[in-house]
């Protein structure tokens, strides 16, 4: 089982950067992070594989950003230009390596992030 620790939230001025942290317990597989604001589906923010490719959905392109250290074994996502609409809670998700499937097995507890306008 991994554990997966978020840091980094909290209180974001519009317009502004939001980088956020993603600690394992163990070694990092193929990681992302989801988010899920009030009243949403929780939806893909950012992913990266276990070589280190990195996918992310066209409305967040030129935003956003997510790279590994392996060494500390923690995940980051940088947004750049945040909006009222990031508002959200933030998870952390790793992948079985065991897993056959497209798909996340661990997450995180979560995080807050709230944009002001």
């Known amino acids: 089982q991994v554990q997966l620790v978020e840091s980094g939230g909290g209180l974001v001025q519009a317009g502004g950067s939001l980088r956020l942290s993603c600690t394992a317990s163990?070694?990092?597989?193929?990681m992302a992070w989801y988010r899920q604001a009030p009243g949403k589906q929780r939806e893909l923010v950012a992913r990266i594989s276990s070589g280190g490719s990195t996918l992310w959905p066209a409305a967040m392109k030129g935003r956003v950003d997510i790279s590994r250290d392996d060494a500390r074994n923690t995940v980051y996502l940088q947004i750049n230009t945040v909006k009222p609409e990031d508002t959200a809670v933030y998870y952390c998700?790793?992948?079985?390596?065991?897993?056959?499937?497209?798909?996340?097995?661990?997450w995180g507890q979560g995080i807050q992030v709230t944009v002001s306008s």
């Open positions: 163990g070694s990092l597989t193929a």
């Open positions: 998700a790793a992948r079985d390596p065991n897993r056959v499937w497209d798909g996340y097995d661990y």
